[in-house]
């Protein structure tokens, strides 16, 4: 049988193809284990894959809304600055008016303070003119009773006249 396994059988034909049945066993062995590892290193990736797309959806919506919410907030902006523009020009108009309406009143002041003086001037000058008119007519009763007293006397003395007697005298 040795003879058989010189003639027929090359020992360095075996133990070559053991040398690479083995080569081959191990690396079968390191690719499987390599695998495993790049399986599991693509699971992982694969995993946070996943959860970057969904916090990258996430962030997508979150910053849609966001946008949304600006293009919202600018809108109003935009409505609020109009309104401020809108009551700021009627506060300034409300003001000119008011800055009128207050020379007015100051000018209607000064009139009415100048008529109240007036008044009172005239007030004054009545109440004098009724004490004088008083006077005058005091007089005027005075004088009048003068003249009834001479009027009396006035016709006794026609009647005297007419008559010849003198009477009247007292």
Known sequence: MSE????????FLV????????GMGMLSIYYQVTFKNFD????????DY???QQNLTYAVSTLQQTIRNLNNTES?????????EQKA??????????KETQTKLQSETMFKEQFKKK??????QILEQTEE????????????FQVNVLNERVECLDEEIESYEYTCYE
Do not use: P, W
């Open 4 to 11: 058989f396994m010189g003639k027929k059988i090359n020992f």
């Open 15 to 22: 133990i070559m193809i053991m040398l690479v049945l083995c």
């Open 40 to 47: 599991k290193r693509f699971q992982d990736l694969n995993q």
């Open 50 to 52: 996943g959860s970057c």
């Open 76 to 84: 109003d902006i935009r409505k609020y600055d109009t309104l401020y």
């Open 89 to 98: 020009q009627e506060l300034s108009d409300i003001e000119s008016t008011l």
């Open 119 to 124: 008044a009172e001037n005239y007030e004054k």
């Open 133 to 144: 008119l008083e006077e005058i007519r005091k007089q005027n009763n005075a004088l009048q």
